[in-house]
């Protein structure tokens, strides 16, 4: 149980990214400007790059440590985790598709959450003198 609070944010963030992600086609605001310039990419980038960043947070706070094989593992589930979603919008969410473009944005975010995770425990975590 003590764990729990380590990967609160991780947990409350991998829920909403679900919620937020099934949300009906049609409750989802438009806008042609932001349509242009694809900006539900830059959404996806940073929504599954947040998911390995807080599981990273969560695990270096608990152990000190995390290994270069535990961040790829964090990469590829939250990569199959973007994948399973679009599935989940192509044949359970009303109104909304598969978008292989939201799966490479989230691929790529989800590569980019190590980058962010290291300069945060460089920052944050490390002992500089």
């Avoid at 990419?41 to 947040?50: A, C, N, Q, S, T």
């Avoid at 706070?61 to 790829?72: D, F, M």
Wanted: hydrophobic fraction near 55%.
């Amino acid at each position: 149980m003590k764990a729990l609070r380590y990967f609160a944010p991780a947990i409350i963030w991998i829920i909403l990214i679900l919620v937020v992600c099934t949300l009906p086609g049609n409750d989802i605001p438009s806008n042609s400007f932001l349509d242009k310039i694809h900006f539900d990419k830059f959404v996806h980038f940073g929504l599954f790059g947040g998911i390995v960043l807080f599981l990273s947070l969560g695990i270096y706070k608990q152990k000190k440590y995390i290994s270069p094989r535990t961040l790829v593992l964090l990469v590829i589930v939250a990569a199959g985790y973007g994948l399973a979603i679009e599935f989940i919008q192509k044949y359970w969410a009303i109104g909304r598709s598969f978008d292989m473009y939201d799966v490479v944005a989230d691929t790529l975010g989800a590569i980019a959450g190590v980058w962010v995770f290291k300069i945060v425990r460089y920052w944050f975590f490390t002992d500089k003198k």
